[in-house]
């Protein structure tokens, strides 16, 4: 069986608020993106906190949230800050016992991947050594503001990569809003990308009522088949993480908040959104015998 987990600014902005909703829905884990109003790239200097904060638990810090490769491939500068971005987000990794760190393959440009793909390849030419260097493992997330938004592209990609240490983190709802390649997410995107699959984040997404336009709503909600999902992870013996990524809010978020999430105004309302979507999440999990 997968283990549970949620993103800490999903929550909160404070580990203590945070670790209430973990141990009121007894989650297994945390995923680590901003904390304190802090960058993951920038908490290594709150390690004695979070672990002070942790010790005891039993909770494991399943990846941290990066935002690495969230950046212009045409700029050097962008590039090279964000290597040191991986750096230093491995550090927190290690000291916090967690192997996974979370990347994207940058900023969509023209059709994407389509345009770009060994620019693409040979832009991970270092990252690939540092992750040999230190033992750790890059978890590329779907996402349609990058170069890569679906299942089938990322499983394409890693096919291409084929190194043992840049694996898939698996993102159903982020792939519906590709809007040059087209997949279900379950069970078409799923299938692509599950024998890379080293983490899941979960979030729905749904048409707004009034525009029409995709946004993201409570888990079980919107357009992703979440029992079939779940079913499959079970019935594929998963058992890594599935990271609960809420995105929804009573009032929605901004592109550029969704895009480059983080902070108190991020975290605004979070608890609440995210103690709705556990509720949904495991009323599901109860309707498939899971």
Not at 52 to 60: A, F, H, M, Q, Y
Not at 133 to 139: K, N, P, R, S, Y
Request: net charge negative.
């Amino acid at each position: 069986m997968f283990k549970k987990a949620v993103f800490t600014d999903e929550v909160s902005q404070d580990l203590e608020v945070v670790l209430k909703v973990v141990e009121d829905y007894n989650l297994d884990g945390i995923e680590i993106r901003s904390l304190w109003d802090k960058s993951p790239q920038d908490l290594v200097d709150e390690v004695p906190r979070l672990r002070e904060g942790l010790k005891g638990t039993g909770l494991k810090v399943c990846s941290i949230a990066s935002p690495f490769f969230k950046c212009d491939i045409d700029s050097d500068e962008e590039y090279n800050e964000h290597l040191d971005i991986l750096r230093r987000c491995i550090r927190l990794a290690q000291a916090l016992d967690c192997n996974i760190i979370r990347g994207f393959t940058f900023w969509r440009k023209g059709r994407g991947a389509e345009d770009y793909w060994q620019r693409i390849l040979d832009k991970f030419e270092e990252p690939v050594k540092i992750l040999e260097q230190e033992g750790m493992t890059l978890g590329i997330e779907n996402e349609a503001s990058t170069m890569i938004g679906t299942g089938k592209v990322l499983a394409d990609f890693l096919k291409a990569l084929d190194h043992p240490n840049v694996r898939a983190t698996w993102d159903p709802a982020n792939s519906v809003y590709d809007e040059h390649v087209k997949e279900e997410p379950y069970p078409e995107g799923y299938e692509a990308v599950r024998p890379f699959m080293v983490h899941m984040h979960l979030k729905d997404a749904g048409n707004d009522p009034e525009t029409g336009e995709l946004t993201s709503v409570p888990i079980g909600e919107g357009v992703i088949d979440y029992q079939g999902q779940f079913k499959s992870l079970v019935d594929d013996g998963y058992d890594g993480f599935v990271s609960l990524e809420t995105h929804w809010r009573p009032k929605a978020l901004s592109r550029e908040e969704v895009d480059r999430p983080g902070g108190s105004k991020f975290s605004e309302s979070g608890e609440y959104a995210s103690r709705v979507c556990l509720d949904n999440w495991f009323g599901i999990l109860e309707e498939i015998g899971a």
